[in-house]
C-alpha cells in the first residue's frame, strides 16, 4: 500500500533546511513550488513580503494551492474556491480540513523551508 504524502512527510529526517533561492524569485502574492523526495510545497510570499510555506495540496481535493490566489495571508483553492490560511494550513469557516505547513526563513534575502515530521 502507498503512503500518502502526509505519512513522507512525518517520516522525513533528519530535519533540516532546504533552501529554495532568492526571495525576489517568488512574485509578491504569489508562489513557486519546490520538490522534496516526491512532496510538492508550495512556497507563497504575501504583499508584505511575508514568506509560507505549505503542503501543494488542498485539503478538500488535493487541488494545487500554488496556483491560487493570494489575499492577505491566505490563498484561495483554484478549484472549489476553499480559503486556506497559510500560516496554519486549516481552512477557513464554513469549511474544514487542513494540510501540512512547513517553517520557513528568509535570510540575507534566500529562503529556506524546514523539513520535518512536526508541522510548523
Ligand atoms: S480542491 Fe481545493 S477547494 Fe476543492
Redesign the pocket.
Known amino acids: 500500500m502507498s503512503q500518502s504524502l502526509e505519512n513522507i512527510v512525518e517520516n522525513l529526517s533528519p530535519r533540516h533546511w532546504y533552501t529554495v533561492g532568492p526571495l525576489t524569485d517568488i512574485p509578491r502574492l504569489g508562489s513557486r513550488v519546490v520538490h522534496h523526495h516526491g512532496l510538492p510545497i508550495a512556497i507563497f510570499r504575501t504583499a508584505s513580503d511575508t514568506v509560507f510555506a505549505v503542503l501543494d495540496q488542498?485539503?478538500?481535493?488535493?487541488?494545487p494551492?500554488s496556483q491560487g490566489i493570494v489575499h492577505g495571508e491566505s490563498v484561495s483553492?483554484?478549484?472549489?474556491?476553499?480559503i486556506i490560511q497559510l500560516d496554519t494550513g486549516e481552512a477557513m469557516a464554513p469549511?474544514h480540513g487542513c494540510t501540512h505547513t512547513f517553517k520557513t526563513r528568509v535570510e540575507e534575502g534566500i529562503v529556506s523551508v524546514e523539513l520535518s515530521g512536526a508541522a510548523a
Not at 483553492?77 to 476553499?82: A, D, I, N
Open positions: 488542498c485539503p478538500h481535493k488535493k487541488g494551492l483553492c483554484p478549484l472549489h474556491g476553499w469549511d
